[in-house]
């Protein structure tokens, strides 16, 4: 069973600084894609910041240049160093990764969520 699970949420000021960390169950070699997506009430799960396996990160137009994706092929980690955060960074942060199934379809793994709150 492929788990992700995050930490590193919290509360920070506007202008500070967080870093998550999903922790991967597997090898980061096993997943095609890694992410993290960011949800607010009301709102649709939206891609902050994704990494191919082989390829450069991308990042949403709203936090370019603030946040950046790495993996840790060491710990079997991704983590997401966000700063200069903004009130509307607030959000449910999720841990998402694709892997190639037995049937050679992909299939999605998501981790539980951490909140991450910019408030002064």
């Known amino acids: 069973q492929v788990q992700l699970v995050e930490s590193g949420g919290g509360l920070v000021q506007p202008g500070g600084s967080l870093r998550l960390s999903c922790r991967l169950s597997?090898?980061?070699?096993?997943?095609?894609?890694l992410g993290w997506y960011r949800q607010v009430p009301g709102n649709q799960r939206e891609l902050v910041a994704s990494?191919?396996?082989?390829?450069?990160?991308r990042y949403s137009d709203s936090v370019q240049g603030r946040f950046t994706i790495t993996r840790d092929f060491a710990k079997n980690t991704v983590d997401l160093q966000m700063n200069s955060l903004k009130p509307e960074d607030t959000g449910v942060y999720y841990c998402?990764?694709?892997?190639?199934?037995?049937?050679?379809?992909?299939?999605?793994?998501w981790g539980q969520g951490t909140q991450v709150t910019v408030s002064s």
């Open positions: 998402y990764g694709e892997q190639m199934g037995p049937s050679g379809s992909n299939v999605n793994y």
């Open positions: 597997g090898s980061v070699f096993s997943f095609i894609v």
């Open positions: 990494t191919l396996r082989y390829g450069s990160p």
